[in-house]
């Protein structure tokens, strides 16, 4: 008999030596840690807090026995949904339509279907998502990441940005911005997306926004590039995190006609693969894109809770000596370790990567370094999301106290405890070689 070469050698050579992703095994490590009995603080995993609305999941049971393929583009009325919810909130100055929304289960999955259909670079902002380099290197693109300043706030500025693309002007490239942003909580001034926009128009460049935590922009005022480069923009967004459904797959892509060509050659490689995303599902997600006044509340209220915890971490961090900017939307906080080096160093730690390996270790606070968002080895930052509390008590506790923004520590405590106690507990462990 012929032996069979050993799987390794097989192995599509893009894919080989590939790690799950960093969320992923972060996520994988913590319930491992708890299974042992550990105490573990999770903030690896981006995973919102909260549950879905009440008329969303009602939606759902109401149509569970849906079990039809639905068209590869989408449920319909669902398509219709997204674009008139996008063209609403986001004041979009040309009119759009369900036939401009292509939707699929996840927003992951069609950025994934972008980079395969079209050729060209990706260009990210330093740092930027987890997943975006990895989608690109198993296709064989380019990633091109551009520096950003953390007196900027790592926002890309569009000097950067036209530098970089001077440099061979008919390169197609396609530049994802994510804002707010996941790894840092920061978001872009609408001027300065005016900026960026201008600048992208002339290298001719496809710019996927990455919207999925506009909705979560701690005070509601979330404003979209595609305002200003409308021919040549592609909202990303979905139910994952503004809906609290990140487990549902669903994510939703709207195109200007511009781009159709590129919408026609996904939906064939969908047609391919997924065939179509699940029915109950979409049915489901056409009340979350109609928001009623309830959901209307749920989000202002997710967004007080996040912005009062997240304003705590974020003092409590720069108190402690930490570079640390308040967050602007969604749920993450970029903390930069730096002013603390030389005492890590003495204590082994030579960069943001053993930090939390020792932090998770020693304390069970699980956060994630700065280069698994593109930032180079070493860096001294990481990524930190304030998402282990309860998001249902939260939404309970402040629809009986809307004030929740003036709340101290002790109140926070009371529906946010494992964050306070995370933080704490990550001050103490850096003022341990004091
Ligand atoms: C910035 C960003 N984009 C996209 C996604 C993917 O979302 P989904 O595939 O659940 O729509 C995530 C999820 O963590 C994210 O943080």
Redo the contacts with the bound molecule.
């Keep these: 008999m012929i032996a069979m070469p050993p799987p390794s050698i097989s192995l599509n050579l893009q894919v080989r030596g590939m790690q799950p992703s960093a969320?992923v095994a972060i996520n994988e490590r913590s319930n491992a840690l708890l299974a042992a009995g550990r105490t573990v603080y999770k903030l690896g995993l981006?995973q919102s807090p909260f549950p879905v609305p009440a008329s969303v999941v009602e939606a759902l049971r109401t149509h569970a026995a849906r079990k039809e393929y639905m068209p590869v583009r989408g449920h319909p009325p669902l398509r219709d949904a997204v674009a008139a919810f996008h063209q609403r909130r986001l004041q979009l100055p040309r009119e759009v339509h369900g036939e401009d929304v292509l939707v699929g289960p996840?927003?992951?999955?069609l950025?994934f279907l972008t980079q395969l259909a079209f050729y060209g670079d990706l260009v990210l902002p330093s740092p930027s998502?987890v997943?975006y380099s990895p989608q690109a290197r198993i296709l064989g693109r380019q990633v091109c990441y551009l520096p950003t300043d953390p007196r900027d706030r790592w926002l890309l500025r569009p000097q950067v940005l036209h530098d970089h693309c001077v440099r061979d002007r008919d390169r197609p490239r396609v530049l994802i911005l994510?804002y707010p942003?996941?790894p840092t909580g920061q978001t872009f001034t609408d001027d300065e997306l005016a900026e960026l926009a201008a600048v992208a128009r002339d290298h001719r460049m496809i710019v996927i926004s990455?919207e999925?935590?506009g909705e979560l922009h701690h005070t509601g005022q979330h404003r979209s590039i595609a305002v200003h480069y409308p021919e040549g923009t592609i909202i990303?967004s979905?139910?994952?995190?503004w809906c609290g459904a990140?487990g549902w797959?669903?994510?939703t892509f709207l195109f200007p006609p511009e781009l159709r060509w590129l919408l026609t050659a996904m939906t064939a490689v969908a047609s391919e693969t997924y065939t179509s995303t699940s029915a109950p599902i979409q049915c489901a997600a056409v009340t979350a894109f109609e928001c009623g006044p309830e959901i209307e509340e749920y989000l202002v209220h997710a967004r007080a809770i996040l912005r009062a915890i997240g304003t705590w971490c974020c003092d409590a961090l720069v108190q402690a000596g930490v570079a640390c900017d308040r967050p602007q939307g969604g749920f993450y906080l970029f903390p930069d370790f730096t002013a603390h080096a030389d005492r890590l160093r003495a204590r082994g730690i030579t960069g943001g990567e053993l930090l939390c390996e020792r932090l998770l270790a020693e304390t069970g606070v699980a956060i994630l370094p700065g280069s698994e968002f593109g930032r180079p080895p070493g860096d001294w930052t990481a990524r930190l999301a304030y998402v282990d509390f309860a998001g249902k008590n939260a939404l309970n506790g402040v629809a009986r106290n809307p004030d929740i923004t003036t709340m101290g520590v002790s109140t926070l405590r009371t529906f946010a405890g494992r964050i306070v106690a995370a933080i704490e507990q990550i001050v103490a462990w850096l003022d341990r070689a004091r």
Excluded at 106 to 109: A, I, T
Excluded at 238 to 241: A, E, R
């Design positions: 969320t981006g996840g927003s992951k999955e950025m998502w997943s994510n942003s996941n990455d999925i935590y990303s979905g139910l994952s995190k990140g797959r669903l994510g």
